[in-house]
């Protein structure tokens, strides 16, 4: 699948992150994650703790780049 951009910046990634779960609030006694939410969490937790500021594509799993185009592309 080919995505827009061949990056994915920390920045971006807290804004679609946010975005996310703004729409949709963790849920349950849980607080479970919306299902891109996860998939995003995932990568931004190392991102985060790494100091990593953005990372390839093509070196994340394509349900985590998928997740993250959806959302920082939305409206």
Sequence with gaps: MPYPSSTITYQALTVALDRCMKA????????????????????????????????????????????FFRWSLSK
Excluded: K
């Design 24 to 67: 949709h609030p963790p849920a349950g006694a849980e607080l479970t994650l919306h299902s891109d939410a996860n998939q995003m969490a995932e990568l931004w937790a190392p991102m985060c703790l790494e100091g990593t500021s953005s990372v390839e594509v093509s070196s994340v799993r394509s349900t985590i780049a998928a997740a």
